[in-house]
């Protein structure tokens, strides 16, 4: 009974949070960011995505583009693929995933918007290394009045990651499908996983990266391959899919099977709130890996920063939901999760299909964790100096060791309001300062004429 009230008024809260006014904040945002920069997530796209190995890499900064990209990257390709996908159908249907891809598409706009900002207010802190994020760029943008901003978005990050994205959500997807898969104790994946993290986060950065940037391209490529051949099993029924998701996404969806039902806000809360838990677009979260590429162009590591968006949404969600959707297993009674697309891929795959799924899941989440715990410390580090970093990563081993033993049910609707709070500042700071990400956006395409001619 105390654990259904305590859900209970999570979900009041997270309603709030996730209300109207910050869904029209959300995608507002974007569409506003996207009339001003002239649709750039169109006409720039084949640009930004060629940047991702070819960017010259010149200019201060720790990392390169391509492993800031995949510390970004890490975090934003996780369960929210995953699980996130198939919470959002279970609670909406297949008209979810259509809100997904339209909060994506100007997601990507508010996205280039974070990266190119990151990049033109970054600064260093007292070890020397790169500082930045929304935290900087509302305070050394907007100026010291909008203090107050700077603080409570650095606050509310350390909170994502500590009670959201970065850890609960992660951890118990892991130890679920290697207890599901496996037969493997909670216990003792639980041990092993918080041993890896410790290992890699407590060598900062450097360690963050190098381990991301071998991890992810596989990851990615792994997943979108098994998606692709299960899709092409059965393409015959893609277009009734693709069909059913953009008219349930207007009309909502009638009961069927184990599906209690949906109406259109549902579908579009369920898509839009699950879409940017994956993504993280409007979040925050990517610029501070951003602010850490060594260019000298802000715009330029925007458009790198935008196909974060593009390759996490775009590409990877979509190969979830429509292997939910092409297989039926979304209206199942009995399956939530992880559980629902493991079933979908070992419905074409038998148990190479679980298998598969699992190692996918295992290093999206496992990513993603390394990824919160820059970021987490990032903000920590604006908050209380570097003194911080210490007690932080001992508090982050540790919340990761305790996280396979919450409700899943819980764990969802804490991060959905955490990532809520922490979305507010910035997408606030993307707005107010929409007029130097133009001309900035109007510096680079000057310098880029030189090679288009």
């Known amino acids: 009974m105390e654990n259904s009230t305590f859900l209970e008024v999570l979900n009041e809260i997270d309603n709030i949070v996730w209300g109207v006014p910050l869904l029209v904040l959300l995608v507002g945002t974007g569409i506003f960011l996207t009339i001003r920069l002239n649709l750039i997530q169109v006409f720039r796209l084949p640009l930004a995505l060629g940047l991702i190995t070819n960017a010259k890499n010149h200019g201060a900064g720790d990392v390169s583009s391509f492993k800031a990209l995949c510390v970004a990257l890490s975090a934003t390709v996780g369960t929210g693929n995953i699980v996130g996908v198939a919470t959002a159908i279970k609670l909406g249907g297949p008209g979810a995933l259509f809100w997904m891809w339209l909060a994506a598409f100007f997601g990507m706009a508010t996205k280039y918007a974070e990266g190119l900002l990151a990049i033109k207010y970054r600064t260093t802190d007292s070890k020397g290394e790169v500082a930045?994020?929304?935290?900087?760029?509302?305070?050394?943008?907007l100026g010291k009045n909008f203090k107050p901003l700077a603080y409570f978005f650095a606050i509310a990050c350390v909170l994502v990651a500590f009670l959201g994205i970065g850890t609960f959500p992660q951890v118990n997807a892991i130890v679920d499908s290697f207890e599901t898969t496996f037969g493997i104790s909670r216990f003792v994946t639980d041990i092993v996983l918080t041993l890896f993290v410790a290992a890699v986060t407590l060598g900062g950065l450097q360690s963050i990266a190098k381990v991301t940037e071998m991890i992810v391209p596989f990851m990615a490529a792994f997943y979108v391959i098994i998606s692709v051949v299960l899709i092409v099993i059965n393409i015959a029924n893609v277009p009734a899919a693709i069909a059913e998701i953009i008219s349930s996404a207007f009309t909502g969806h009638a009961a069927v099977g184990?599906?209690?039902?949906?109406?259109?806000?549902?579908?579009?809360?369920?898509?839009?709130?699950r879409g940017v838990f994956s993504n993280e677009s409007g979040l925050g979260s990517a610029p501070i890996a951003a602010a850490a590429a060594k260019t000298k162009w802000p715009a330029e590591q925007g458009l790198i920063s935008m196909t974060g968006t593009f390759i996490d949404t775009i590409i990877i969600c979509t190969m979830t939901g429509l292997a939910l959707i092409l297989t039926g297993v979304w209206n199942s009674p009995t399956l939530a999760g992880a559980a629902m697309t493991s079933a979908a891929f070992s419905s074409e795959f038998g148990n190479f299909g679980a298998v598969a799924l699992t190692i996918s899941l295992a290093l999206f989440a496992f990513t993603t964790i390394l990824g919160w715990n820059y970021y987490g410390e990032r903000a920590m580090i604006f908050l209380a100096g570097t003194k911080?970093?210490?007690?932080?990563?001992?508090?982050?081993?540790?919340?990761?060791?305790?996280?396979?033993?919450?409700?899943?049910?819980?764990i969802w609707t804490l991060a959905d309001i955490v990532n809520g709070l922490m979305a507010i500042p910035n997408l606030i700071a993307l707005i107010l300062l929409s007029g130097v990400i133009v001309e900035e956006t109007k510096l680079y395409s000057r310098y880029r004429k030189k090679f288009d001619r």
């Open 388 to 410: 911080g970093i210490l007690p932080y990563r001992i508090i982050f081993i540790l919340l990761v060791a305790s996280g396979a033993f919450l409700q899943l049910d819980a």
């Open 132 to 141: 930045g994020g929304p935290m900087y760029y509302i305070l050394n943008g």
């Open 258 to 273: 184990g599906f209690a039902g949906s109406t259109i806000m549902l579908a579009m809360q369920a898509g839009i709130a």
